[in-house]
């Protein structure tokens, strides 16, 4: 009987650890929707993807530090690459690609 509770713990746990990955990655997603708006580029293939994830103090205690990045255009042909930081769910930086780099 233990045996089983601890599998369902542990099913539990992840699925709720899914659920907030999955979450957070549409924050992001819509984060980086509304900051190409802003300055005029295109996100590419509307998604995002974690790049890093570590666990940092924050100053609430702790938190999840995500890395996202995407792709962005100007042009609809020229890639680049857009990165956005997450400490919890809160936008902590973002970068787009250089004027000149952009045509």
Same mark, same amino acid.
């Given at each position: 009987m233990p045996t089983a509770l601890a599998v369902l713990v542990i099913v539990g746990l992840t699925l709720v650890a899914w659920s907030s990955a999955r979450g957070a990655a549409e924050i992001a997603r819509a984060q980086a929707d509304a900051l190409c @708006?802003?300055?005029?580029?295109?996100?590419?293939?509307?998604?995002?993807?974690? @790049?890093?994830?570590a666990v940092v103090r924050a100053p609430w205690g702790l938190a999840l530090k995500r890395t996202y990045g995407f792709d962005v255009s100007a042009d609809s042909v020229n890639r680049q690459r857009g990165t956005l930081v997450f400490v919890g769910e809160q936008l902590e930086g973002a970068s787009l690609p250089m004027p000149e780099s952009v045509p």
């Open positions: @708006r802003q300055h005029g580029l295109q996100l590419l293939d509307q998604t995002v993807s974690l @790049r890093a994830m």
